[in-house]
């Protein structure tokens, strides 16, 4: 079922949109190591805003570092940690190392979770996106409500593409 995004969700959406129209502006050829540390260091500016931990290898964030995925926002009180608002995953290669992300993103019992990948076309991506979802209704262990962003950077276009997924019956 496709889902309306929340705030989160939606603050995401609009940050890597501006992130897209930016680098389609210069006109440039980024690497994927500069796209990678351009999208951390965006989402985990997310986190940060709403006051929680943000683990991830971005400038600005390095004290903490990845932890389990490439992004985690973390709620802690001294040493416990109390919630896992968001866990994103970031994969620029297709095929195997998507599902892969992917699959640890299903695990995860995170409040949202968060795919960005990439693609040429955007009949790809809903291919792609329409996959993980199948994945997501056999997984026996998801809840009603688990979320899923899915965000896509289309190639021809040079811009995301974004679906949100809400769990709404269980496996």
Same mark, same amino acid.
């Given at each position: 079922m496709?889902?309306?995004?929340?705030?989160?969700?939606?603050?995401?959406q609009?940050?890597?949109?501006?992130?897209?129209?930016?680098?389609?502006e210069?006109s440039r050829?980024?690497?994927?190591?500069y796209?990678?540390?351009?999208l951390?260091r $965006?989402?985990?500016?997310?986190?940060?805003?709403?006051g929680? +931990?943000?683990?991830?290898?971005? *400038? @600005?964030?390095?004290? %903490?570092?990845?932890?389990?995925?490439d992004?985690t926002w973390?709620?802690? $009180?001294?040493?416990?940690?109390?919630?896992?608002?968001?866990a +994103?995953?970031?994969?620029?290669? *297709? @095929?195997?190392?998507t %599902?892969?992300?992917?699959?640890?993103?299903?695990?995860?019992?995170?409040r949202h979770r968060?795919l960005?990948?990439?693609t040429?076309?955007n009949?790809?991506?809903?291919?792609?996106?329409?996959?993980?979802?199948?994945?997501?209704?056999?997984?026996?262990?998801n809840?009603?409500?688990?979320?899923?962003?899915?965000?896509?950077?289309?190639?021809?276009?040079?811009?995301?593409?974004?679906?949100v997924?809400?769990?709404?019956r269980?496996?």
């Open positions: 496709i889902s309306r995004p929340d705030k989160v969700e939606r603050a995401i609009l940050r890597l949109t501006e992130l897209a129209r930016a680098w389609k210069t050829s980024y690497s994927v190591p796209c990678t540390r351009q951390k $965006a989402i985990g500016a997310q986190g940060r805003e709403r929680y +931990a943000v683990h991830t290898a971005a *400038p @600005g964030f390095r004290q %903490l570092g990845e932890w389990l995925f992004i973390l709620a802690v $009180a001294g040493q416990q940690v109390l919630e896992i608002p968001l +994103a995953e970031i994969e620029w290669t *297709p @095929g195997n190392e %599902l892969w992300d992917f699959q640890k993103l299903l695990v995860s019992r995170a968060v960005v990948m990439w040429r076309t009949q790809k991506a809903a291919r792609i996106i329409d996959g993980l979802i199948q994945q997501v209704s056999r997984f026996k262990q809840r009603r409500g688990d979320r899923y962003l899915f965000a896509c950077y289309l190639m021809d276009s040079e811009k995301f593409i974004f679906r997924h809400v769990v709404s269980p496996a």
